[in-house]
């Protein structure tokens, strides 16, 4: 069993929606978690950085972690086409693992806002 | 400040052939990393330094060598390529918070 797990879509759906993108991990030792967004044919790039459990919100995106149930999820408002990309969760064991680029991740969910 | 930089773009090999994946970073990061990545599979560690001269393996370093000289420049060498090292490949170099992943160089072994 992989220690993220994180559906890989594809979702698709119209402008303007409100996204829901989620990982489960099995493994309590996880303390950072972060979501990446991913354009194609390009490299991951950092949205999201949360430490603890609750609620962080940046613009048009939410990301919460609930510890106690080991699910972290990334919400997008007013979805835009131009958020199509793939979102990859990823996690690390303490601050210098994220430090060091020892992060673990999910396997990515495939997103399309269409117009 | 171009970040992150790797070269080739694309890559093919042949069954047995050795190359080597050049990285660098203009950031002055302490921390350097390699990912690949494969359909399904999310992004996998290959190798990580903390440091020149300090390297270290990751989830997934067999068939893969690393060396660290310069703070600047994180090389992965593949000795004998193998078709199942066909994939997209990703340096990254870390802030104390944050992973900066470069383009990435896609390969395929035949």
């Known amino acids: 069993q992989k220690e993220v797990e994180q559906d890989p879509g594809p979702l698709s759906v119209p402008e303007g929606a409100i996204v829901s993108l989620n990982c489960t991990y099995s493994?309590?030792?996880?303390?950072?978690f972060m979501w990446y967004r991913q354009y194609s044919r390009k490299g991951p790039e950092l949205l999201m950085y949360?430490?603890?459990?609750g609620n962080k919100e940046d613009g048009r995106f939410t990301a919460q972690v609930d510890k106690s149930s080991k699910y972290i999820s990334l919400f997008i408002r007013d979805s835009q086409p131009s958020d199509s990309a793939t979102y990859l969760c990823?996690?690390?064991?303490?601050?210098?693992?994220?430090?060091?680029?020892?992060?673990?991740f999910g396997q990515g969910t495939i997103l399309t806002v269409h117009p | 400040n171009a970040g992150v930089t790797q070269t080739p773009k694309f890559q093919v090999l042949k069954t047995g052939q050795s190359m080597t994946l050049q990285c660098a970073q203009d950031?002055?990061?302490?921390?350097m990393s390699w990912y690949r990545q494969d359909p399904g599979m999310g992004l996998r560690l290959i190798h990580y330094?903390?440091?020149?001269?300090?390297?270290d393996q990751g989830e997934v370093p067999n068939g893969y060598n690393v060396s660290r000289s310069t703070t600047e420049d994180f090389p992965l060498r593949l000795l004998s390529a193998a078709p199942s090292q066909t994939s997209v490949y990703f340096c990254?170099?870390?802030?104390?918070?944050?992973?900066?992943f470069g383009p990435g160089t896609r390969l395929t072994v035949t």
């Open positions: 990254a170099s870390s802030s104390p918070t944050r992973v900066y």
């Open positions: 949360t430490y603890s459990s």
């Open positions: 990823a996690m690390s064991r303490d601050a210098g693992g994220t430090s060091y680029g020892k992060l673990t």
């Open positions: 493994n309590s030792a996880f303390q950072y």
């Open positions: 950031m002055n990061h302490e921390y």
């Open positions: 330094s903390v440091g020149a001269g300090i390297t």
